[in-house]
């Protein structure tokens, strides 16, 4: 399984550009990417052009976003893989418990 590409804002543009006439496949194997992601970018098209007239740099990429938690996350994540390397059930209930 190869790594996902990001696409930096000026390709993201040019998807847009490239919708116009083409399909979400043709586009995605033309910038070696997944159709879902083109069809990501297509449902943000707002997002895109915000960051374009804002005069985003175009060779920034889009930023994950924290939740603020990441400590608890970091902790819950480590008793599940604990929890499911001993091989014992675990439900929603109980990982939100």
Request: without cysteine; proline residues 2%.
């Amino acid at each position: 399984m190869s790594k996902r590409k990001v696409l930096t804002l000026d390709e993201r543009v040019r998807v847009l550009e490239l919708s116009k006439n083409k399909s979400a496949r043709k586009i995605a194997d033309e910038l070696g990417v997944g159709k879902t992601q083109i069809q990501n970018i297509l449902k943000r098209k707002a997002e895109v052009l915000e960051d374009v007239e804002n005069n985003v740099s175009g060779h920034r990429k889009r930023l994950r976003h924290t939740s603020g938690n990441e400590d608890i996350n970091d902790l819950v994540f480590k008793w599940f893989t604990d929890v499911t390397a001993r091989r014992m059930p675990v439900s929603g209930p109980l990982l939100q418990a």
